[in-house]
């Protein structure tokens, strides 16, 4: 069992059913040890996951203001091979992004085969701040749900492996890490009067986040609900989260690599032998 709630189908959830300060019994410095751990055998599974080039990974990051979707990456993702891991990052769209459909500007930054991409944000700010703010009438993004679950589908069907992470914090927290923000002079590009305004919004928010998560969790596009008041549950939820994704391909990646290896050792012993 994982430490963050995964979702895959059935379950209908309400936000409120989770404590955004869970920490299943653990202890700050024994939590840290075993997010190293999995760090490494993350390391060790991107370096099969390109060298087969079957599967990519892609990771996606929701979550309110100051809910540590930056530090997430930092932490987490942070130390993975950038070789082959990069962030992409979703703001406000532009005029160019607006004159197109919503998956547009979001299909050209799926990953690779054998690559690793981090959604910082993403396609469900299109049924999240734009539902939130009414930024366009319900006819047009009520129909997005059915149109990111297809979107999803085309995905994992290409060999995407698909892990969606809200990032639970309590109201109480928020307010903790805005004011601190507000004395940290390094943090101070993060700033904002929007992050007070929006936290006006937290219960439309919520039935936003909740409806996204209900409609668009499946077995191939699962959504976790990861305690995010503890910086570093969260770490660790998340990086046991995307381990555990990838382990099942262990074996089946290293059969193909050992087969490659065979087929590859044998052109090299038909060189030597041409050349005697
Ligand atoms: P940040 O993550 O702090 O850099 O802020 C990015 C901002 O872009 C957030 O306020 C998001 O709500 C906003 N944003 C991202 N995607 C969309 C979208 N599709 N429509 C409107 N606003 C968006
Ligand atoms: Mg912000």
């Given at each position: 069992?994982?430490?963050?709630?995964?979702?895959?189908?059935?379950?209908?959830?309400?936000?409120?059913?989770?404590?955004?300060?869970?920490?299943?019994?653990?202890?700050?410095?024994?939590?840290?040890?075993?997010?190293?751990?999995?760090l490494e055998e993350l390391t060790e599974l991107q370096e099969l996951l390109y060298a087969v080039q079957a599967q990519s990974l892609l990771v996606?990051?929701?979550?309110?203001?100051?809910s540590g979707k930056d530090g997430t990456i930092r932490r987490v993702t942070g130390p993975l091979n950038s070789q082959s891991c990069s962030v992409a990052s979703f703001k406000v769209p532009t005029e160019e992004e607006l004159a197109h459909?919503?998956?547009?500007?979001?299909?050209?930054?799926t990953p690779a085969a054998g690559d690793i991409k981090i959604f910082n944000r993403s396609h469900y700010e299109d049924v999240l701040v734009v539902r939130v703010h009414e930024l366009v009438p319900?006819?047009?993004?009520?129909?997005?749900?059915?149109?990111?679950?297809?979107?999803?589908?085309?995905?994992?069907?290409?060999?995407?492996?698909?892990?969606?992470?809200?990032?639970?914090?309590?109201?109480?927290?928020?307010?903790?890490?805005?004011?601190?923000?507000?004395?940290?002079?390094?943090?101070s590009w993060k700033l904002s009067v929007g992050d007070w305004q929006e936290r006006e919004y937290w219960d439309a928010?919520?039935?936003?986040?909740?409806?996204?998560l209900n409609r668009c969790s499946a077995k191939?596009?699962?959504?976790?609900?990861?305690p995010a008041d503890k910086k570093w549950f969260r770490d660790l939820a998340v990086?046991?989260?995307?381990?555990?994704?990838?382990?099942?391909?262990?074996?089946?990646?290293?059969?193909k690599l050992k087969e490659l290896g065979r087929e590859k050792r044998k052109a090299i012993d038909e060189y030597r032998r041409g050349k005697k």
């Open positions: 069992m994982g430490l963050a709630h995964r979702l895959a189908g059935k379950r209908q959830i309400k936000l409120a059913e989770f404590d955004p300060g869970e920490v299943a019994g653990l202890k700050r410095g024994q939590a840290e040890k075993k997010t190293a751990r999995l996606i990051l929701q979550g309110r203001d100051t459909d919503f998956l547009w500007r979001v299909h050209a930054q319900e006819q047009v993004w009520r129909p997005r749900y059915e149109h990111i679950n297809a979107f999803e589908r085309l995905l994992a069907d290409s060999g995407t492996i698909i892990l969606k992470f809200y990032l639970h914090i309590s109201k109480a927290e928020q307010e903790k890490r805005l004011r601190k923000r507000e004395n940290d002079p390094i943090k928010y919520s039935e936003a986040y909740e409806e996204a191939h596009a699962p959504w976790f609900v990861v990086a046991e989260a995307m381990r555990d994704a990838l382990i099942p391909f262990k074996d089946e990646w290293l059969k």
